[in-house]
T-cell receptor, first 116, second 114 residues
Framework: AQSVAQPEDQVNVAEGNPLTVKCTYS??????LFWYVQYPNRGLQFLLK??????LVKGSYGFEAEFNKSQTSFHLKKPSALVSDSALYFC??????????????FGTGTLLAVQP | KAGVTQTPRYLIKTRGQQVTLSCSPI?????VSWYQQTPGQGLQFLFE???????NKGNFPGRFSGRQFSNSRSEMNVSTLELGDSALYLC?????????????FGPGTRLTVL
């Protein structure tokens, strides 16, 4: 069965410093990986995805993620954190075999707190 | 383009009642998925509809059901509500591509069961 792990419940970083939110995955076959962000009392906003190609994926709001097949990881990164980046971040893997479904399996989420 | 809309945004029900939630996908999107979000269980997949057919279903009891209309709008229904059904219910729509479609989420419906 496919699964996603986010080992850190919370990440604290000072504004202006680089941030990393970790994600590891377990899939059979090629992984389709996603990052979403959730602000309080809001739905999920799509940040970026990895399907194939370059291991470094660039997304919205200056975020990027690095796909590492040997370490089965897909960590989210940003070179310089903003206070407005403070939110709940979810990593997800798509249980999608040739278009048969769009089911997403989510990690437990990581709360990012950026201090001014 | 307008985003995914969900109505109502907030609902309060009592145990034993039933509830219907509505989701309007982004124009042109044919796939609609539903997720339940709770503090204890996190984000869990309920079901997905594509062209009015249920394409996949998560591990939820039969009290949870859904349907999709010809205009791609979707509804989910929960019968005989239990306290544990209190959650944020999220709807997501995807464009009609084949591989690893990006899902775009609505703001959710917050259901409270008393």
């Amino acid at each position: 069965a496919q699964s996603v792990a986010q080992p850190e419940d919370q990440v604290n970083v000072a504004e202006g410093n680089p941030l990393t939110v970790k994600c590891t995955y377990s899939v059979s076959g090629n992984p389709y990986l996603f990052w979403y962000v959730q602000y309080p009392n809001r739905g999920l906003q799509f940040l970026l995805k990895y399907i194939t190609g370059d291991n470094l994926v660039k997304g919205s709001y200056g975020f990027e993620a690095e796909f590492n097949k040997s370490q089965t990881s897909f960590h989210l990164k940003k070179p310089s954190a903003l206070v407005s980046d403070s939110a709940l971040y979810f990593c997800a893997v798509s249980e999608n075999y040739g278009g048969a479904t769009n089911k997403l399996i989510f990690g437990t989420g990581t709360l990012l707190a950026v201090q001014p | 383009k307008a985003g995914v809309t969900q109505t109502p945004r907030y609902l309060i029900k009592t145990r034993g009642q039933q509830v219907t939630l509505s989701c309007s996908p982004i124009s042109g999107h044919r796939s609609v998925s539903w997720y339940q979000q709770t503090p204890g269980q996190g984000l869990q997949f309920l079901f997905e509809y594509f062209s009015e057919t249920q394409r996949n279903k998560g591990n939820f009891p039969g009290r949870f059901s859904g349907r999709q209309f010809s205009n791609s709008r979707s509804e989910m229904n929960v019968s005989t509500l239990e306290l544990g059904d209190s959650a944020l219910y999220l709807c997501a729509s995807s464009p009609p591509n084949l591989m690893a479609d990006t899902q775009y989420f609505g703001p959710g419906t917050r259901l409270t069961v008393l």
